[in-house]
């Protein structure tokens, strides 16, 4: 049974900082791309970042390079999004998916405000 849980949301001041993390289970983690996705209120989903299965290939959304960075532990089937310089226009529900059974968690809010 796949299971995929993001945490660490939370709600920030602009120009701070927050750690995603996201635990996975249920399938091979390290066969598996992984990607962060964001949903803010009244919009669609944006891809933010994607990793590859080793960890060794990583894009970002142009919204966020330079300032968030995806990361991943495949012995603790893990996956992280480090994001920093935090802005409102980052608020959103933040989600975890695995490429490869197509699956995401509940995800956690990311509230960017003053």
């Known amino acids: 049974q796949v299971q995929i849980v993001e945490s660490g949301g939370g709600e920030v001041q602009p120009g701070g900082s927050l750690r995603l993390s996201c635990a996975a289970s249920g399938f091979t983690f390290s066969d598996s791309a992984m990607m962060w996705y964001r949903q803010a209120p009244g919009k669609g989903r944006e891809l933010v970042a994607t990793i590859g299965n080793s960890g060794g290939r990583t894009n970002y959304a142009d919204s966020v390079k330079g300032r968030f960075t995806i990361s991943r532990d495949n012995a603790k089937q893990a996956v992280y999004l480090q994001m920093n310089n935090l802005t409102p226009e980052d608020t959103a529900v933040y989600y975890c998916?695995?490429?490869?059974?197509?699956?995401w968690g509940q995800g956690t809010q990311v509230i960017v405000s003053s």
């Open positions: 998916e695995a490429a490869l059974v197509a699956s």
